[in-house]
């Protein structure tokens, strides 16, 4: 009995993987792609039922869909932030995805892109350093009209060259076509920072408090230093997303922000304490000294003993 539950609970926790378009094409009832390693698929009659999917599964390219109405929108008091002309949602290779908002509505555009439509070329690496593909989808871009109307045209540009002209020029164009989507998108989120900028203070107000508390928690010294996934977590939103509002709003990520928390903490200690330097630095949750004073003159532009020193 203990096996079969085990079994069944086996079961569950497989995601269906999708390694090439054409699995992705045949799961939703569509012809073979134009082409093996990239696919715009144009639901805008709302002709593809997503529940064809499964529940929840993995691809191993990058996806990004434009959804004609999306949910998620932020609320702050009375009042929304976000647009109303629908919204684009990403997803990275070997990201675990859930269908969980079936009800929703589906109609749009979806881009899947196999990583090795990208090699040779610069966006290879530069696509990696797009936060939103690792963005949760309660973290989606809200579109204004002006930038829906930009997106649907570059949808629609990259549709246009699949379609009708496969050459030896076709991959160069496609991968600018891309560049520029890409581009309008980091653009786009970074006016979604501004526009969400009171929530956001909010959100940066909740940080500082958590880091507060946590540098004088006595249990410090067992936890560790807090750990960007840890401090995400505990503000209910996703790691990039988090960085990447905190760089709209400061100009430093989430890391920085908690390295200049410690450092606060640590010239508190060196100034109102008589611990060593490794008691300082075990305080605040470093296994090695030496890691604390190099983090420290990093930062402070002295070593934690020239401090105490200037200090006194």
Partial sequence: MLL????MKKTENIHQRFDSLCEAHRAFGLPKPQHPMISLINN???RIKINRLPHSHVLSFYKVS?????SG????GQGYYDFDEGGLLFASPNQIIGSTDEHEDHCGYTLLIHPDFLW???????????GFFSYAVNEALHLSDTEKSTIISIFKLIEEELSNRIDDFSQDVIISQIELLLNCC????????????AVNHDLLQKLEELLDDYFNDEKLTMQGTPTVQYISQQLNVSPSYLSDMLRALTGQNSQQHIHNKL???????????????SEVAYRLGFEHPQSFSKLFKAKAKLSPLE?????N
């Fill in 120 to 130: 040779n070329y610069p966006l290879a690496k530069k696509i990696k350093q797009y």
């Fill in 186 to 197: 980091n653009r786009f989120y970074k006016r979604q920072f501004i526009t969400r900028k």
């Fill in 73 to 76: 929108k932020l609320k702050y």
């Fill in 263 to 277: 450092i606060e903490k640590a010239k508190e200690l060196l100034s109102t304490t008589n611990l060593t330097i």
């Fill in 44 to 46: 805008s009659d709302n």
């Fill in 307 to 311: 401090f105490r020193e200037s200090f």
């Fill in 66 to 70: 434009y959804r004609s109405r999306l």
């Fill in 4 to 7: 079969s539950f085990l079994q």
